[in-house]
């Protein structure tokens, strides 16, 4: 069972993974606004966040921690490259692209989707069940408010910043290779792929939020960039 956000990209990450490795399951999404108290409960305290797995009768929470699970019980079709320097790599760009895009992305996008009252309250009634529809926008609006300080300005021009470094470091450590680490699709891609989603909007990828003027302006310059083309194709070739 896993635990997830149809929207999230972290989610997607886990899902990716799961999915890569053939392995069949069965997905749950909370209501909205209450993914952390159920993390929480599912984890005993341990994480906050989504997703979370269960497997081996435990629940394991953190989308790292869930690819780490499933490399170790299922490792057939591995993501973890089998010679331990690159490994070390892949999981050195794993974390950053954890760290170091991740959060910002995911603030840098509300953000923009926010600026759209009317088209940020088509997408939360999307995400929630028929009985809190009527209550879905201003629900999520003080979500990701509260949650991510989505409503920040400030923060939100600075994430953008931390975006754009995350693709120039993208594309330095691919340079002219058609993956990051080694010959062979691994976690390093899949985490990088999966946590740029947001921003180039794969037909493959999970539920996709309206178009956004802000977040257009953004990606315009971007499309013909060597990172943001490869996240396209991993999404093409590996996400179908």
């Known amino acids: 069972m896993l635990w997830h956000i149809p929207v999230s990209h972290y989610s997607e990450k886990a899902r990716w993974a799961l999915d890569h490795k ?44 869930v690819l780490a699970a499933l490399e170790a019980r299922y490792p057939e079709r591995p993501l973890y490259p089998a010679d331990p320097p690159e490994r070390a ?17 995911r603030l840098f996008a509300y953000h923009q989707l926010m600026a ?21 926008g201003p629900l999520a ?11 920040d300005a400030t923060r939100a021009t600075a994430a953008g910043e931390k975006v754009l470094a995350a693709l120039d470091r993208l594309e330095v450590e691919l340079g002219d290779r058609e993956y990051l680490v080694g ?20 037909p493959e990828g999970p539920l996709i939020p309206p178009p956004a003027e802000g977040l257009e302006r953004f990606r315009d310059p971007l499309r013909e960039r060597r990172g943001y083309r490869w996240v396209r194709e991993m999404f093409a070739r590996h996400r179908r």
């Open 141 to 151: 609006r003080a979500m990701v408010s509260v949650r991510f300080r989505a409503n």
């Open 89 to 105: 790599r892949a999981l050195a760009l794993e974390d950053f692209f954890d760290e170091e895009l991740g959060p910002h992305i």
């Open 183 to 202: 010959g062979a699709f691994s976690v390093a891609d899949l985490t990088a792929a999966s946590l740029f989603y947001p921003l180039v909007a794969p």
């Open 116 to 136: 759209d009252r009317r088209g940020f309250t088509r997408f939360a009634e999307r995400m929630a069940p028929a009985a809190l529809r009527r209550a879905a």
């Open 22 to 65: 053939h392995i069949g399951h069965a997905r749950r999404a909370p209501l909205l606004g209450s993914h952390q108290l159920v993390a929480l409960a599912l984890t005993r305290g341990a994480v906050g966040t989504f997703p979370v797995l269960r497997i081996d009768g435990r629940n394991v929470g953190d989308s790292t921690a």
